[in-house]
């Protein structure tokens, strides 16, 4: 059975769908003042589970956000899982609270390896952290700094941590429709983790790659190429089942 899943973004600024390029706040676009109808569409063309993001927490800024994922956990049958300044044991309760089935840790997991280790031990699967690259480095605080850690010395403590699912990030790619950087996530993957890739998908061929990725990668988060409609969700779906490798 192909175990590989695709995972439509819905990414929260200000209570809207929206998309940044390369995670610049000043490059953002909206595609819909209505997150929770976004959501329900992706539920019923098929998605298995969903992807969003607070970007208001991942900036650091105040939102509503949170009510928005509650709202949209209660009207969807799929799991979501949800990132986006989770920064404490309270901001990830809060966040299981509202519904979310896994969350996501950033910018803590560089900062707080004592806090995962807790986490990871009473969440186990429930719990993921993103590991977002800047030329190869560690990404944080809403990707505004660059840290000297690599996406590989920061895998490799997360899973001493007890952590076994990454979401990994090329930030040179996200937005930018090239395909998401495979090379990377396999290269995390062949740590012996579980990984997920994002950021780059244009076209359905990228899709195929990944699916067929193996080295642990086994997702997808798909943003920008579903809102500007260069394939649809079914055609993605239908992709992944059919992999080049």
């Known amino acids: 059975m192909n175990r590989f899943t695709l995972y439509p973004a819905i990414d929260l600024r200000g209570g809207k769908a929206v998309r940044l390029t390369q995670g610049r706040a000043d490059r953002q676009t909206v595609y819909g003042e209505d997150p929770v109808a976004i959501a329900r569409d992706f539920a019923a063309r098929g998605a298995r589970w969903l992807h969003v993001v607070n970007l208001d927490g991942a900036f650091g800024e105040d939102s509503t956000n949170l009510e928005i994922l509650r709202v949209i956990c209660a009207a969807v049958a799929v799991p ?43 969440l186990g699967e429930r719990l993921a952290v993103g590991i977002d690259a800047n030329g190869g480095r560690v990404a944080v605080a809403g990707w505004l700094e660059v840290s000297e850690t690599t996406s590989l010395e920061l895998a490799r403590r997360m899973m001493d941590a007890g952590v076994n699912r990454f979401i990994y990030t090329d930030i040179a790619r996200d937005g930018m429709l090239v395909g998401s950087d495979l090379d990377g996530a396999k290269a995390i993957g062949r740590l012996g983790c579980r990984v997920i890739a994002s ?4 076209d359905l ?6 699916a067929g990725a193996n080295d642990g990668v086994d997702g997808l988060i798909i943003g920008k190429a579903l809102y500007e409609r260069r394939f649809t969700l079914n055609e993605a779906l239908a992709a992944a089942q059919t992999p080049k490798g």
């Open 80 to 122: 979501v899982q949800f990132g986006g300044g989770l920064r404490s044991e309270a901001d990830v309760d809060r966040a299981l609270a509202a519904g979310a089935k896994r969350v996501i840790l950033g910018t803590v997991a560089l900062r707080d390896p004592a806090l995962v280790k807790a986490l990871a031990r009473r």
């Open 199 to 202: 950021g780059g998908v244009g």
């Open 205 to 210: 061929s990228h899709v195929r790659a990944a």
